[in-house]
């Protein structure tokens, strides 16, 4: 981020359009669905249902009985009428959802031990590789991404079962991988294998672990050094903490819903003092950031405390920091806060900040 200067509580919203709630929303907050609204205790969600409870709240418990259970589960639970069946499907797909987060917990710590090891102290390499044995298929894909996102890098999990493993990758902006893993099947250094530009998957023999890893290395390399070289955050408005109040969350959901096709606006706070920041819950940062005329705005960086992010919020105490990220509403107890969702973080120009 560059020093943004003294800034207004808000500027205009640049390439922001109205759009209105999809149909399927209106009805998960009228709780029409028995499933859902099962779904929606069990996981505690309070308060009116967003977009984004469908991809960090509802999905993953949905997707937790195809990952480490029953797949038929999901379908049953939003095809039942009978209140009863709804909420012992959800609880168990609840359940299965925490045993999944244990699993994915166990195989990233080895996932991540492996790829430091490979990537040295200084992280050279174009891509991530790691593989283990006995690891869950069903989480292979989270714990690429989770790779991807830790050292910005195409990174690939695979499950070995013996002499044979399938796994999975994701990929970074400007990086097909689909293209290089349908490369390396002709190659013949896999089984089978295809995906597109941002997500694939392969089965691949022991034997072909190195040859891959030096395949994808010497395929990948130039587009990945151009890819972290040209990485930048497209930041929507700058505002204060003071501005980042109800009154502008609420314009920003008639924006809504966000996705790949319609992102959520991305704001930066400019020379706000790091007031409080504290490690929480697993691997996140909480901050407090305090504007020049002592408004506060809650600020949170998930999965970033062992991150160059985290470490440098947890640094800054007491210091100012232009921070970037997405805002959020938390519902607790009957009350609405504002929060951010810390997306990046840069030292404030010392003669800027007051």
Partial sequence: LVALGTVADVVPLKGLNRAFVTKGLISLRNRENHGLRALMDAARLEGPPEAWHLGFLLGPRINAGGRIGDATLGTKLLITNDPAEANAIAQKLNQWN???????????????AEAY??????????????????????????????????FSRPAFAIAMLGEQGTGSGRSI????????????VEEGLLLKGGGHAMAAGLTVTKDKLGDLRAYLEAKLREAVEKSLHEASLEID?????????????????????????????????????????????????RVRLRSNDGATISAVAFRAMDRPLGQALLGARGQAMHVAGTLSVNRWQGRETIEMRISDAANADPLVAR
């Fill in 98 to 112: 925490i045993e999944r987060q244990e699993v994915e917990k166990r195989t990233l710590e080895q996932a991540e």
């Fill in 173 to 184: 902006p400007g990086v097909d991988l689909g293209r290089a893993v349908r490369g390396a």
């Fill in 237 to 285: 408005a700058a505002i204060t903490a003071r501005g980042a109040n109800g009154e502008l969350f609420k314009m920003i959901e008639r924006a809504g819903p966000f996705g790949s096709g319609n992102p959520e606006p991305v704001f930066a706070l400019a020379s706000h003092i790091v007031a409080f920041a504290d490690p929480v819950g697993q691997n996140h940062v």
């Fill in 117 to 150: 090891a490979s990537l040295g102290h200084g992280e050279q390499g174009a891509v991530v590789i790691a593989s283990g044995e006995g690891w869950h298929p069903g989480v292979v894909g989270l714990v690429a991404a989770r790779l991807k996102e830790r």
